[in-house]
């Protein structure tokens, strides 16, 4: 079958490579109908992510056609229309009990490398490097989804791929980190980062009630659909100080929470701090650039909270943790728990409340996949969402 | 009769002890010259390598001479003649080598490695009997995994040995032989095979399972398993305790430990796996041939 690989920094390739068989007896083989290619593919791409092999199958947002499972699958069957949440889960450890399913203890073969980085393993994640489990991904023709039962949602035939494919990371993305802000009436919510985990938690934030959003970013497009599109309020950081002009929209109080949409690989407009961490990234001495992050916390009101969607992955340089102790913040993140949200999300998609297609900017083949990771990469032709279709 | 024996292999350690000395000296001290003898080219590369092989024999020898005689070093002196052999093998292909003297070099190698794998062996055989030594070198391992099931239901997976191969890896087979008995096959490093005996010392249903291995055993070692209820119904706290002796003592194990085989490590992988199959029902494990 052919399917996206990661072949080095900068480079993938579409290639042949063997079909995935039912290894366990809780194994689905899915038809791949649509994939994505998601912001922290990029991370990948650039090769800021540890354990990617050369070969790799890339992709861990994708849906299509069961097409065999195995003999422990008990709720699907060859024929259903499905989701699958890039999480890899058990469902029957303590983790998984507690509806954490991003941590599930049983699904990461490589656990111990995992826990070697970070102390404790979490979930095994598809086409996401080896240490979180060397999983084949889903930017292939075919895909092999563990613990069936568990992790993919059927989806019904009168929803199109782009309005339910997004339930497989960016919209529960979104949704998590809009809801770890525990927004109440009033509340002024500012997302830094306005690509698509960015854009889908400014419109989980307004169903969830917040007064208003505040959306930041630098690219015209990504700007024009927070503002026009969901009604945000936008601040372009290469022409404003983000802390002055949230102060100015808050009356001085600062927003009640921020998110982080940007992660590891954050870039600032004309900043010391930017060419800090950009030299103290490329010696390794730092593996991510919290840049975003540094902003959100400085910009928070006091006794406000602090939700990270951003991807991370190592451990980061002048961390202000002096602002987050004295003016009592709260600091709320984690890979999401998308088991926990794929129902809820769904019934709000087929009443109509959301739909997420409207971050779609380009439809192509999964051959063009080489061409559309460079061009997301660079931002180029408006590029804020590509789905693939093998 | 085995005090004559472990003489022996003392005289036999010591002689090599004093071989491996005297060997490294020379390199270290006219690696030109060593080099010419086993039909190497004399080159600046490869006085760096012949010095550096020297300083490793020298080491290695005083560590023979300085202990009581420890399968260990001699073990290490085993890993030694392999790297020299790799390293004179890989010579032969060269345009300027000597391939006559690379043969006879390599011939002798080879003649000193059986004497170094028969000492080796005998030293860990003797020392499986000797007590105090024994005391010294045994390896602990303890480990400890939650598993979100009830107490009796993993004792009573555990108690049936037969499941034990299947989160165990190493291990090829355990037959119940008796009551309390059984024999276990295990694969080692390189493929080799490890069988032993092993008898159950206690029995505490859902509580607790001790065993040890019976005289003989090519893996000496005693352990035991503790399946404590988890607060707050979080299932079985799993702790196992293991005490081995493994052939060739702990300078073995260190080296293992180099090549991925650390025993801790070993038993850590070997409980997560159980840990799947008792939750999960399956251990996971990702599609390693699809990719490019």
């Known amino acids: 079958m052919k399917a996206v690989c990661w072949m080095g920094t900068k480079q993938v390739e579409v290639r042949d490579v063997p079909n995935p068989e039912i290894l366990n007896p809780r194994d689905a083989i899915v038809r791949v109908t649509s994939t994505a290619i998601c912001g922290s593919d990029l991370h990948l791409y650039d090769g800021f992510i540890p354990t990617m092999q050369r070969g790799d199958v890339l992709g861990h947002e994708f849906m299509g056609e069961v097409v065999e499972v195995g003999r422990d699958v008990q709720h699907l069957r060859p024929g259903d229309r499905v989701v699958v949440p890039f999480p890899i889960a058990c469902g029957r450890c303590n983790m998984c009990e507690r509806e954490l399913y991003s941590l ?15 102390g404790y393993s979490p979930c095994g994640i598809f086409g996401y490097s080896h240490l979180l489990g060397g999983y084949a991904g889903g930017q ?3 895909a092999r989804v563990p613990f069936a039962d568990v992790g993919p949602v059927k989806v019904p035939d009168g929803l199109s791929d782009e309005q ?7 919209l529960p993305t979104g949704y998590m980190a809009a809801e770890n802000c525990g927004i109440v009436p009033g509340d002024t919510v500012a997302v830094w980062g306005c ?14 009630g917040a007064e208003r959003v505040v959306a930041i970013d630098r690219f015209p497009e990504r700007l024009r659909l927070a503002g026009l599109k969901l009604g945000a309020e936008t601040v372009d950081y290469t022409e404003d100080d983000v802390l002055e002009a949230l102060k100015d929209l808050t009356g001085g109080r600062g927003p009640d929470a921020c998110i982080d949409a940007v992660g590891m690989e954050a870039h600032a407009h004309h900043s010391l701090a930017y060419a800090y961490d950009r030299v103290k990234q490329a010696m390794a001495l730092e593996s991510d650039r919290p840049i975003a992050l540094r902003e959100a916390i400085q910009a928070c009101r006091s006794g406000g909270t602090v939700s990270v969607a951003g991807v991370y992955g190592g451990v980061i340089d002048k961390f202000p943790v002096g602002t987050v102790m004295n003016r009592s913040l709260t600091i709320k993140t984690g890979q999401t728990h998308v088991q926990r949200y794929l129902r809820p999300l769904l019934q709000r998609i087929e009443k109509g409340e959301i739909d997420p297609s409207f971050i779609v900017t380009h439809r192509m083949k999964l051959e063009e996949a080489p061409l559309a990771y460079a061009m997301f990469r660079r931002k180029q032709d408006g590029c804020i969402k590509v789905v693939l279709r093998p | 009769m085995a005090e004559a024996q472990a003489t022996g292999q003392q005289r036999l350690a010591t002689g090599l002890g004093w071989f491996s000395v005297g060997l490294g000296l020379a390199e270290v001290a006219s690696p030109g010259a060593v080099a010419r003898f086993v039909g190497l080219r004399d080159s600046g590369g490869t006085r760096t390598v012949m010095r550096t092989f020297g300083a490793r024999e020298i080491a290695n020898g005083m560590a023979l001479l300085a202990s009581r005689p420890d399968p260990g070093w001699m073990w290490a002196r085993v890993a030694g003649d392999v790297i020299d052999l790799s390293a004179l093998g890989a010579a032969v292909g060269r345009e300027d080598a000597d391939r006559r003297r690379l043969a006879i070099g390599m011939a002798s190698v080879a003649g000193v ?5 028969v000492c080796a062996r005998q030293l860990g055989r003797t020392n499986g009997t000797a007590t105090a ?7 602990r391992v303890a480990k400890t995994f939650t598993i979100n099931r009830p107490p009796d239901e993993v004792y009573a997976y555990w108690r049936n040995l037969d499941h034990l191969p299947r989160f165990m890896r190493h291990l090829q087979s355990v037959r119940e032989t008796g009551a309390r008995r059984s024999h276990w096959v295990a694969r080692g490093p390189a493929g080799m095979m490890f069988e ?25 070692h005693r ?7 988890a607060p707050g119904g979080r299932g079985t706290e799993l702790r196992v305790h293991l005490e081995y002796h493994p052939p060739g003592g702990r300078t073995a194990a260190r080296l293992a430990r180099l090549f991925g085989r650390e025993p801790g490590q070993q038993v850590e992988d070997d409980l997560r796996r159980l840990k799947q199959l008792l939750e999960a029902g399956e251990i996971a494990r990702a599609s390693e041939e699809v990719r490019a």
């Not at chain 1, 339910?164 to 960016?170: N, P, T, W």
């Not at chain 2, 490695?113 to 794998?117: C, N, V, Y």
């Not at chain 2, 352990?223 to 209820?229: I, L, T």
């Open chain 1, 104 to 118: 599930c203890e049983n699904s990461n073969p490589n656990a111990w490398m995992a826990e070697k980085l970070w």
């Open chain 2, 223 to 229: 352990g035991d398993v503790r399946f404590d209820p």
């Open chain 2, 196 to 220: 032993w005996d092993a008898e159950i010392t206690e029995d505490l249903p859902n509580q607790r399972i001790a065993w040890r291995s019976l005289p003989g055993a090519d893996v000496d």
């Open chain 2, 113 to 117: 490695m059986l004497a170094d794998l």
């Open chain 2, 133 to 139: 030594a024994r005391q010294d070198r045994a390896i």
């Open chain 1, 164 to 170: 339910v494919l997004f339930l497989s990371d960016i």
């Open chain 1, 195 to 208: 690509g698509p985990v960015g854009l889908l938690a400014i419109a989980a934030a307004q169903l969830l």
């Open chain 1, 140 to 142: 292939a023709e075919y």
